[in-house]
């Protein structure tokens, strides 16, 4: 089952503010194409319907960007919980595992990341990082990248557990 992407957006907002930390448009970006990218591997089901495109900034899904436009490069508001969607446990168990493994990280950390993934680099097809792209990032290649990234992980869990 997917989500609209503010509504996955507003989560991990609402979730950085339990531990007293504010979000800004460009780490909650990341934290959309990391939870596309593991629902895409884990669940074989897309978080959210929206195209994620290949910006210079790293992945950025356009209407969520539209949304909190408005806050530049302030700290988004917090959304009041009642605004946030019920998640099915499966998904919600991707979310959890995604800011517990992301969110300790800065914006800037996490788009150098992207920038490192193979469906960014492919998208923007050779550009240099500083231009503007809006290619999308094709949910397939995400998922494939994402699940050989889990093979490889767990192939050396199992290596150093040996």
């Given at each position: 089952?997917?989500?609209?992407?503010?509504?996955?957006?507003?989560?991990?907002?609402?979730?950085?503010?339990?531990?007293?930390?504010?979000?800004?448009?460009?780490?909650?970006?990341?934290?959309?194409?990391?939870?596309?990218?593991?629902?895409?591997?884990?669940?074989?089901?897309?978080?959210?319907?929206?195209?994620?495109?290949?910006?210079?900034?790293?992945?950025?899904?356009?209407?969520?960007?539209?949304?909190?436009?408005?806050?530049?490069?302030?700290?988004?508001?917090?959304?009041p919980m009642?605004?946030?969607?019920?998640?099915?446990?499966?998904?919600?168990?991707?979310?959890?595992?995604?800011?517990?493994?992301?969110?300790?990280?800065?914006?800037?950390?996490?788009?150098?990341?992207?920038?490192?993934?193979?469906?960014?680099?492919?998208?923007?097809?050779?550009?240099?990082?500083?231009?503007?792209?809006e290619t999308?990032?094709?949910?397939?290649?995400?998922?494939?990248?994402?699940?050989?990234?889990?093979e490889i992980?767990?192939?050396?869990?199992?290596?150093?557990?040996?």
């Open positions: 089952m997917s989500y609209p992407a503010i509504d996955c957006a507003n989560w991990f907002i609402a979730k950085a503010a339990e531990f007293g930390d504010l979000t800004t448009h460009l780490k909650v970006q990341k934290m959309l194409y990391y939870g596309q990218a593991w629902a895409l591997a884990l669940l074989e089901q897309p978080l959210f319907d929206e195209e994620i495109q290949a910006w210079a900034h790293g992945p950025v899904v356009p209407e969520v960007f539209h949304h909190f436009k408005p806050f530049g490069w302030k700290a988004l508001d917090i959304p009642e605004q946030l969607p019920q998640f099915d446990a499966d998904t919600l168990g991707v979310l959890e595992q995604v800011f517990e493994t992301y969110s300790d990280m800065s914006a800037k950390t996490l788009e150098a990341m992207t920038h490192g993934d193979q469906p960014w680099i492919s998208a923007r097809g050779g550009l240099a990082a500083e231009m503007r792209c999308v990032m094709p949910k397939a290649a995400i998922r494939d990248y994402f699940v050989r990234k889990y992980d767990q192939a050396t869990h199992q290596q150093k557990a040996a």
